[in-house]
């Protein structure tokens, strides 16, 4: 069983950065893709940024230019790196990792203040 933890979430002011990460118990090279979700309260859960084994990245349009998702396979881990925060971005993200199987950590809270 595959286990993604994410962090690094927190209470910031509009326009603030934070980093999340997603550290994976596999390799994330058996992933097809790995990717970033997130969920308000209400409503759905919605993608947010994604990156592939080859390491092609796609974004959201809500969030382009503002995040950047990254990797690093030495240490299987995955970024999201989000500056400008604005107050919609307030959620919990979910890291996500697709293969043969999918697996989902269990998220990490963003709360933007105005």
């Known amino acids: 069983q595959v286990r993604l933890v994410e962090s690094g979430g927190g209470l910031v002011q509009a326009g603030g950065s934070l980093r999340l990460s997603c550290a994976a118990s596999a390799t994330i090279f058996s992933f097809n893709s790995m990717r970033w979700y997130r969920q308000a309260p209400g409503k759905q859960r919605d993608f947010v940024a994604s990156?592939?084994?080859?390491?092609?990245?796609n974004y959201a349009d809500s969030v382009k230019g503002r995040f950047t998702i990254s990797r690093d396979t030495a240490k299987n881990t995955v970024w999201l790196q989000v500056n400008s925060l604005k107050s919609e971005d307030t959620a919990v993200y979910y890291c996500?990792?697709?293969?043969?199987?999918?697996?989902w950590g269990q998220g990490t809270q963003v709360t933007v203040s105005s």
């Open positions: 996500y990792a697709g293969g043969i199987k999918e697996y």
């Open positions: 990156i592939t084994s080859r390491g092609i990245t």
